[in-house]
C-alpha cells in the first residue's frame, strides 16, 4: 500500500452533483486524516493532472463523467506524476473498499485536519502559454470563437488568448 504523506488533489467537473461528490471525497479523506488539496472550482481533468505535479502531492481524485453521457458520473485517480491510475493503484483502492462493510459509517472529518484549498488556475494557464507559439497565432490575425458548451475549461481559453490581444 502507498503512504500518503504529502496529500491528496481533488477536484470536480461541471457535471451535476460532481462538487457536491468532490467534497464527499474531502470529508472522506479528512476523516481518514489525509491531508487534502481541493479545488474549489470547476476545473478540467489535465488541469487536476498538472496540479497532482506541480503541487508534488501523492496522487489526485477528479469527479467527472469524462466522455460518458451527462447522467453520469465517476471517479479518476491520478498518480503522483498527474498520470491517470495504474491498474495496480486502481486495484489497491478498489480492495481497500471493500475491505469495509456495507454498513460502515466513517467517522466525522476532523475540522483540524488540513484542507487546503488550491488555487492551481495561474500555474496552470502559465503552463499552457509556455506550450504555444503565440507568434504564429498573432501574426495569423485570426478571429477566433469559442464555444465551451458548459465544460470545465470554459474561459480558459478566451483568458490566454485575450492576454496576446487575440
Do not use: C
Not at 67 to 76: A, E, T, V
Amino acid at each position: 500500500e502507498k503512504k500518503i504523506q504529502k496529500g491528496i488533489l481533488v477536484g470536480f467537473d461541471r457535471r451535476n452533483l460532481s462538487k457536491e461528490a468532490a467534497l464527499t471525497v474531502v470529508d472522506v479523506l479528512t476523516s481518514l486524516h489525509i491531508p487534502v488539496w481541493f479545488v474549489a472550482i470547476p476545473f478540467p481533468t489535465p488541469a487536476i493532472s498538472f496540479g497532482v505535479h506541480h503541487l508534488k502531492l501523492d496522487w489526485g481524485v477528479v469527479i467527472t463523467s469524462s466522455h460518458n453521457p451527462p447522467q453520469w458520473n465517476g471517479i479518476k485517480i491520478k498518480e503522483s506524476t498527474g498520470a491517470p491510475a495504474l491498474p495496480s493503484t486502481t486495484k489497491a483502492v478498489e480492495s481497500w473498499i471493500k475491505k469495509f462493510p456495507e454498513e460502515f459509517q466513517l467517522p466525522r472529518p476532523d475540522p483540524k485536519n488540513r484542507i487546503t484549498v488550491a488555487d492551481i488556475k495561474d500555474p496552470y494557464l502559465q503552463f499552457l502559454e509556455s506550450k504555444v507559439d503565440w507568434k504564429i497565432i498573432q501574426d495569423a490575425s485570426p478571429h477566433v470563437v469559442v464555444d465551451y458548451m458548459h465544460g470545465s475549461a470554459a474561459t480558459l481559453l478566451g483568458e490566454l488568448l485575450r492576454k496576446r490581444g487575440i
